[in-house]
């Protein structure tokens, strides 16, 4: 790609300048194609997201909307992005989580470097998106990361005890709906170092987690 047209879709991603978007798309109509080509690359599509840009963002999301499904070169896709960054620059990082799962509702499966959206709810202790994410994906509690970890290990592990009840919430409430099998294989799952939830919690001395399977 010419160097100047990257800077440009770069800096219009930065932004929020739709209009420099198009601009570029004048310049080379085969621009965001070209980019889709690679296969572990920054979209601008991952930069908007990030930075928390909702305009750019859904504009781009409805010209190409392979790219929120693209890892970047670190194992994210932009929406894995914006829920890391929730909050960091502006609160539209939230707004973006929200409008891509309304436009492609299968990002919540798809996985990236710390696993899928739940993962990453339960990690930054983010309940609201942690129920959203439940209900529109219900077998995501069933999902692991590479080390073999549930949502509620993520939780446990970073001290987000209020995810981990929400969690642990809708396994029960779920069982009771003739899933109790669910709700065992994930409260005995084991992570790669062969601890479930209640190990990691005793190797910690956390009795509040122990609390939550009276």
């Not at 601009?23 to 889709?36: K, S, T």
């Not at 010209?63 to 929120?68: D, T, V």
């Not at 959203?132 to 446990?156: G, M, N, Q």
Request: glycine content about 4%; proline content about 4%; some cysteine.
């Amino acid at each position: 790609m010419n160097p100047k047209i990257s800077d440009k879709l770069k800096i219009a991603a930065e932004t929020d300048d739709v209009d420099l978007l198009y601009a570029v798309i004048q310049d080379d109509p085969d621009v965001l194609e070209n980019i889709d080509k690679q296969q572990f690359v920054d979209t601008p599509l991952h930069i908007a997201a990030y930075r928390g840009n909702l305009l750019f963002a859904t504009e781009v999301m409805n010209l190409k909307p392979s790219f929120a499904l693209k890892l970047n070169p670190q194992g994210f896709n932009p929406i894995h992005l914006a829920m890391k960054n929730l909050r960091r620059f502006n609160n539209e990082q939230e707004d973006i989580v929200h409008r891509f799962v309304e436009i492609h509702k299968d990002l919540v499966k798809i996985k990236g470097r710390e696993g899928t959206l739940l993962h990453l709810a339960a990690q930054t202790g983010e309940v609201e998106f942690l129920a959203k994410f439940l209900i529109d994906c219900p077998e995501s509690i069933e999902y692991l990361t590479a080390r073999w970890e549930t949502a509620l290990h993520i939780a446990v592990k970073n001290e987000q005890y209020v995810a981990l009840e929400v969690l642990v919430i809708w396994l029960k409430r779920n069982a009771q709906r003739g899933a109790g099998k669910v709700e065992n294989k994930i409260l005995n799952q084991k992570d790669k170092e062969g601890n479930t939830i209640l190990h990691l919690a005793a190797l910690n001395s956390k009795p509040q987690v122990t609390s939550l399977y009276d």
